[in-house]
């Protein structure tokens, strides 16, 4: 047996937490993915070898939380030392090295509620949390502990809900895919991950249906891996593995989202009874062994055989290899030929080095024949054969590819795209919720890659005061957000706000300013979040009196409590809205929330809001005065949240050239040095030649003081000059096509400073978690 390890979060290693009485506990447990075990004992430690384990652990009798892989013998006690027991498992099932796992400690535990599982459903905690004992666990155990585990009702964001309930889906869907099944190699470790992504969505799905997984996993799995899946980070799905190095460089988007979109796109073509049908034997007939992608592809193949859904001569092997065994995807291409036909054909998107094709299931619909019942192809564009010609008349519109289901992108020629878009301002819901979202998504990407102008991508966006739905909301504020954040001027920001805000209303009229319990929750009440922050942050009037309601209301009963969810959002707008008044207000609420209080943090960040150069000044006075009443850990996110506000940028670059000595002897010389993560921040922003310039002067008077950080230095350059480049090429052309088309003009007269709710946060932590 090996030493503990106190200095890494693998083979069996030290973790601790604070009890109830501030004392430090400790726990003693394991994470063995991918190669760990070999540190604990001697082992073939590969994924598709399994073994019985038979375990007993010698500890010491006070630690009455004693875990593995297999349920509790009997626990005696240790003859040869007063004070210690032994505790014996009864033996494992046939398992992997992997995921063999061990606690020894005295956490406690709540139980899920009977009936919804078959087994015991227990989550383990440190006392306090389990207890709920909120005034003394501090919020450090909470972010490396409970992080992807414990919801708090009425404290926790339904986003953050959302989150986790996606994790212990997950987790719960490897019991069949990853535990039962195993891949051989991690080579194929798709077939854990994609299928455990997949999985979880369809079980948030049946337990939590209003979070609307199977929706959400087009923005979440199909539309980010895309973007993954065109970027020099990816790889096919399935690829050589061989050294610790690469196998750890496997946990991708690639191999989760990816692999879960090429599973979901299994499904649509196969028919979901058959595509189950076809897994339950993978399941039945591979149990407690290690599998390769083609024993997988066998079993679906046999199910497509006797349900008769491929074309002759085709297997799911051959339409499988051709997604897993290649990086990238297809970009389609719909164009008219003549008035009664379309030729829809198949290409490289990325990587043009290679020739290779796709096995490409194809649906279509027509202004006709609007909308399938199931997502089954009308045909296929062949791995050879890689265009087709199908029947239609071409004064109609036509799309394929149905909600996204088939993994590609899809174009339109010049003749009929303005017929789509003609039907979407005619009626948009005559086109499905995800066929909209994945159309809105493949043109803005398609423009920022330079296929399209970006003018196509935005002729799409005019019908959107019709437009409900919370996947396409996602692709706007994913794919606007950059325009958004580099609109610079009271110019641009007009534009924006005059094209974007009344289009945001009507869906926020639709889904009700006014807090609601039991309507705002699940995919509902996340799409609200956002669009308060977008209507807020672009400073329609609509939002603004919201929030303005909300803080005399708060003024009036100091026990007011904001709605969790718009939290953020509002008390930014509040601050922004309400120059010195507002900003006392804000400091008076921050200064009487007690530190474990997740609201402090929010009225933190939002004085960093305000649009009084003056009021910005003294805050960033106080993060370097010590007597001021700022929480001394607070003081550089307040100076990197006013690097964010858009009045607040040139005040940061100014307040580092003249108090850098300062920043540095009292925010301290740590890593990253503060100088450097306020850069950082100004790099996220700064998007104008002059701002740069001043940045480059900041640094050339000063470099000798930064030392080991100059690397890190020159990246944020490189971040602001492709800002720079960015703004020119698309920033610019967005604002002023925006310009030309406004939308109505019923909007407040000034702009809020940022954008206060940070979706992309959500999305990147989950993608830590294995
Ligand atoms: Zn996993």
């Given at each position: 047996?090996?030493?503990?390890?106190?200095?890494?979060?693998?083979?069996?290693?030290?973790?601790?937490?604070?009890?109830?009485?501030?004392?430090?506990?400790?726990?003693?447990?394991?994470?063995?993915?991918?190669?760990?075990?070999?540190?604990?004992?001697?082992c073939?430690?590969?994924?598709?070898?399994?073994?019985?384990?038979?375990?007993?652990i010698?500890?010491?009798?006070?630690?009455?939380?004693?875990?593995?892989?297999?349920?509790?013998?009997?626990?005696?006690?240790?003859?040869?030392?007063?004070?210690?027991?032994?505790?014996?498992?009864?033996?494992?099932?046939?398992?992997?090295?992997?995921?063999?796992?061990?606690?020894?400690?005295?956490?406690?535990?709540?139980?899920?509620?009977?009936?919804?599982?078959?087994?015991?459903?227990?989550?383990?905690?440190?006392?306090?949390?389990?207890?709920?004992?909120?005034?003394?666990?501090?919020?450090?155990?909470?972010?490396?502990?409970?992080?992807?585990?414990?919801?708090?009702?009425?404290?926790?964001?339904?986003?953050?809900?959302?989150?986790?309930?996606?994790?212990?889906?997950?987790?719960?869907?490897?019991?069949?895919f990853?535990?039962?099944?195993?891949?051989?190699?991690?080579?194929?470790?798709?077939?854990?991950?994609?299928?455990?992504?997949?999985?979880?969505?369809?079980?948030?799905?049946?337990?939590?249906?209003?979070?609307?997984?199977?929706?959400?996993?087009?923005?979440?799995?199909?539309?980010?891996?895309?973007r993954?899946?065109?970027?020099?980070?990816?790889?096919p799905?399935?690829?050589?593995?061989?050294?610790?190095?690469?196998?750890?460089?496997?946990?991708?988007?690639?191999?989760?989202?990816?692999?879960?979109?090429?599973?979901?796109?299994?499904?649509?073509?196969?028919?979901?009874?058959?595509?189950?049908?076809g897994?339950?034997?993978?399941?039945?007939?591979?149990?407690?062994?290690?599998?390769?992608?083609?024993?997988?592809?066998?079993?679906?193949?046999?199910?497509?055989q006797?349900?008769?859904?491929?074309?002759?001569?085709?297997?799911?092997?051959?339409i499988?290899?051709?997604?897993?065994?290649?990086?990238?995807?297809p970009?389609?291409?719909?164009?008219?030929?003549?008035?009664?036909?379309?030729y829809?054909?198949?290409?490289?998107?990325?990587?043009?080095?290679?020739?290779?094709?796709?096995?490409v299931?194809?649906?279509?619909?027509?202004?006709?024949?609007?909308?399938?019942?199931?997502?089954?192809?009308?045909l296929?564009?062949?791995?050879?054969v890689?265009i087709?010609?199908?029947?239609?008349?071409?004064?109609k519109w036509?799309m394929?590819?149905?909600?996204?289901?088939?993994?590609?992108?899809?174009?339109?020629?010049?003749?009929?795209?303005?017929?789509?878009?003609d039907?979407?301002?005619?009626?948009?819901?005559?086109?499905?919720?995800?066929?909209?979202?994945?159309?809105?998504?493949?043109?803005?990407?398609?423009?920022?890659?330079?296929?399209?102008?970006?003018?196509?991508?935005?002729?799409?966006?005019?019908?959107?005061e019709?437009?409900?739905?919370?996947?396409?909301?996602?692709?706007?504020?994913?794919?606007?957000?950059?325009?958004?954040?580099f609109a610079?001027?009271?110019?641009?920001?007009?534009?924006?706000r005059?094209?974007?805000?009344?289009?945001?209303?009507?869906?926020l009229?639709?889904?009700?300013?006014?807090?609601?319990?039991?309507?705002?929750?699940?995919?509902?009440?996340?799409?609200?979040?956002?669009?308060?922050?977008?209507?807020?942050?672009?400073?329609?009037?609509?939002?603004?009196?919201?929030?303005?309601k909300l803080?005399?209301?708060?003024?009036?009963?100091?026990?007011?409590i904001?709605?969790?969810?718009?939290?953020?959002?509002?008390?930014?707008?509040?601050?922004?809205?309400?120059?010195?008044?507002?900003?006392?207000?804000?400091?008076?609420?921050?200064?009487?929330?007690?530190?474990?209080?997740?609201?402090?943090?929010?009225?933190?960040?939002?004085?960093?809001?305000?649009?009084?150069?003056?009021?910005?000044?003294?805050?960033?006075?106080?993060?370097?005065?010590?007597?001021?009443?700022?929480?001394?850990?607070?003081?550089?996110?307040?100076?990197?949240?006013?690097?964010?506000?858009?009045q607040?940028?040139?005040?940061?670059?100014?307040?580092?050239?003249?108090?850098?000595?300062?920043?540095?002897?009292?925010?301290?010389?740590?890593?990253?040095?503060?100088?450097?993560?306020?850069?950082?921040?100004?790099?996220?922003?700064?998007?104008?030649?002059?701002?740069?310039?001043?940045?480059?002067?900041?640094?050339?008077?000063?470099?000798?003081?930064?030392?080991?950080?100059?690397?890190?230095?020159?990246?944020?350059?490189?971040?602001?000059r492709?800002?720079?480049?960015?703004?020119?090429?698309?920033?610019?052309?967005?604002?002023?096509?925006?310009?030309?088309?406004?939308?109505?003009?019923?909007?407040?007269?000034?702009?809020?400073?940022?954008?206060?709710?940070?979706?992309?946060?959500?999305?990147?932590?989950?993608?830590?978690?294995?």
């Amino acid at each position: 047996m090996a030493a503990i390890n106190t200095n890494s979060l693998d083979g069996l290693y030290l973790s601790n937490y604070t009890d109830t009485d501030e004392t430090i506990k400790r726990i003693a447990t394991t994470q063995m993915q991918a190669y760990h075990a070999r540190q604990l004992f001697p082992c073939f430690d590969e994924p598709g070898l399994k073994a019985v384990f038979n375990l007993k652990i010698i500890h010491k009798t006070n630690y009455t939380t004693v875990l593995g892989n297999s349920d509790v013998a009997n626990v005696t006690e240790f003859a040869d030392l007063e004070g210690w027991s032994v505790t014996t498992f009864n033996p494992t099932v046939p398992m992997a090295t992997y995921l063999f796992a061990m606690v020894v400690s005295d956490l406690e535990y709540a139980e899920a509620d009977g009936g919804l599982f078959k087994v015991p459903v227990r989550t383990y905690a440190p006392p306090p949390v389990v207890a709920r004992n909120g005034a003394t666990y501090s919020a450090d155990i909470a972010a490396k502990m409970e992080a992807y585990i414990i919801y708090y009702p009425g404290e926790s964001l339904e986003s953050y809900k959302n989150l986790l309930t996606s994790v212990v889906s997950h987790e719960l869907a490897h019991q069949n895919f990853g535990n039962l099944v195993t891949c051989k190699w991690w080579n194929e470790l798709w077939l854990n991950e994609g299928f455990a992504t997949y999985i979880s969505y369809l079980g948030v799905d049946g337990v939590r249906p209003e979070f609307r997984h199977r929706e959400w996993i087009l923005n979440d799995a199909f539309q980010y891996s895309m973007r993954v899946d065109v970027s020099a980070r990816s790889h096919p799905i399935v690829n050589d593995a061989v050294t610790p190095d690469e196998v750890d460089s496997y946990f991708t988007g690639i191999t989760y989202e990816k692999g879960g979109s090429v599973n979901r796109m299994t499904e649509k073509f196969l028919s979901e009874a058959t595509y189950k049908k076809g897994l339950q034997y993978y399941l039945h007939n591979m149990s407690y062994q290690g599998v390769v992608s083609d024993d997988l592809f066998h079993y679906l193949n046999v199910a497509a055989q006797e349900d008769d859904r491929l074309p002759a001569g085709v297997t799911v092997k051959m339409i499988l290899d051709s997604w897993t065994l290649q990086k990238s995807h297809p970009l389609v291409r719909v164009s008219a030929e003549g008035p009664n036909s379309v030729y829809i054909s198949q290409e490289r998107y990325a990587d043009p080095a290679s020739v290779d094709l796709w096995w490409v299931p194809v649906t279509v619909v027509t202004q006709d024949a609007p909308s399938l019942e199931n997502w089954v192809p009308k045909l296929w564009l062949e791995r050879d054969v890689p265009i087709k010609s199908v029947v239609h008349d071409t004064s109609k519109w036509i799309m394929i590819n149905q909600d996204a289901t088939g993994y590609y992108r899809v174009l339109y020629d010049e003749g009929l795209t303005p017929l789509i878009a003609d039907q979407l301002r005619r009626n948009a819901s005559v086109i499905t919720p995800l066929s909209r979202s994945q159309l809105l998504d493949d043109y803005f990407n398609l423009a920022y890659r330079g296929n399209v102008e970006i003018e196509a991508a935005l002729e799409f966006t005019k019908y959107l005061e019709q437009e409900d739905h919370f996947t396409v909301w996602e692709v706007i504020f994913t794919q606007l957000r950059q325009a958004y954040n580099f609109a610079q001027t009271e110019d641009e920001h007009s534009a924006i706000r005059n094209y974007l805000a009344p289009k945001i209303r009507p869906a926020l009229e639709k889904i009700g300013l006014e807090q609601n319990n039991n309507v705002h929750i699940g995919a509902l009440g996340i799409l609200r979040t956002k669009l308060i922050d977008w209507s807020c942050a672009l400073g329609d009037s609509f939002c603004v009196d919201y929030a303005n309601k909300l803080y005399t209301e708060w003024g009036q009963d100091v026990n007011k409590i904001l709605p969790i969810d718009i939290q953020a959002s509002i008390t930014c707008a509040i601050v922004a809205n309400n120059g010195q008044a507002g900003f006392d207000f804000m400091m008076a609420k921050y200064i009487a929330t007690p530190m474990q209080n997740p609201s402090k943090v929010r009225y933190l960040n939002a004085l960093g809001c305000s649009r009084d150069a003056g009021v910005l000044q003294t805050l960033l006075g106080m993060t370097l005065d010590t007597n001021s009443q700022l929480v001394r850990s607070h003081a550089l996110s307040v100076i990197q949240r006013v690097a964010m506000n858009k009045q607040g940028r040139r005040l940061v670059i100014q307040f580092l050239k003249d108090q850098v000595d300062r920043i540095i002897s009292i925010l301290g010389s740590g890593s990253p040095s503060p100088v450097s993560s306020i850069l950082s921040s100004l790099s996220s922003y700064v998007s104008t030649q002059e701002e740069l310039d001043e940045v480059l002067k900041f640094v050339a008077d000063h470099a000798a003081k930064f030392g080991v950080i100059n690397g890190s230095i020159n990246s944020y350059l490189t971040t602001i000059r492709s800002n720079i480049a960015w703004k020119v090429t698309f920033g610019k052309p967005i604002i002023s096509w925006m310009g030309e088309n406004v939308s109505i003009n019923n909007s407040a007269s000034y702009a809020n400073p940022s954008l206060a709710v940070f979706v992309s946060l959500v999305t990147a932590v989950l993608r830590c978690v294995n």
